[in-house]
Nanobody, 115 residues
Framework: QVQLVESGGGLVQAGGSLRLSCAASGSITYINVMGWYRQAPGKQRELVATITNGDRINYADSVKGRFTISRDNAKNTVYLQMNSLKPEDTAVYYC?????????WGQGTQVTVSS
């Protein structure tokens, strides 16, 4: 069984910063892609950023230049540094991990940006 434990969400004013972390543990021996997704109320879940095992990175256009994704392969952990946060970044942020055999999701962490 694989567990993804997220941390770092919270309430911040517009222009502020937060750092999310997600650690994968359990029966997972190899991770291809780690990433962050978000879902705002009434909207579909959308990609925020992903990073492959070879450090290939992809960002949603809406976060380019403000968010930075990174990973520590030794710790099976992915991070999302979020700067210059905007009210429209308010959402539940989910960690997602893709292995050769399955896709896993974290429980989600709330990020709320006040104006």
């Amino acid at each position: 069984q694989v567990q993804l434990v997220e941390s770092g969400g919270g309430l911040v004013q517009a222009g502020g910063s937060l750092r999310l972390s997600c650690a994968a543990s359990g029966s997972i021996t190899y991770i291809n892609v780690m990433g962050w997704y978000r879902q705002a109320p009434g909207k579909q879940r959308e990609l925020v950023a992903t990073i492959t095992n070879g450090d290939r990175i992809n960002y949603a256009d809406s976060v380019k230049g403000r968010f930075t994704i990174s990973r520590d392969n030794a710790k099976n952990t992915v991070y999302l540094q979020m700067n210059s946060l905007k009210p429209e970044d308010t959402a539940v942020y989910y960690c997602g991990v893709i292995s050769p055999v399955a896709r896993y999701w974290g429980q989600g962490t709330q990020v709320t940006v006040s104006s």
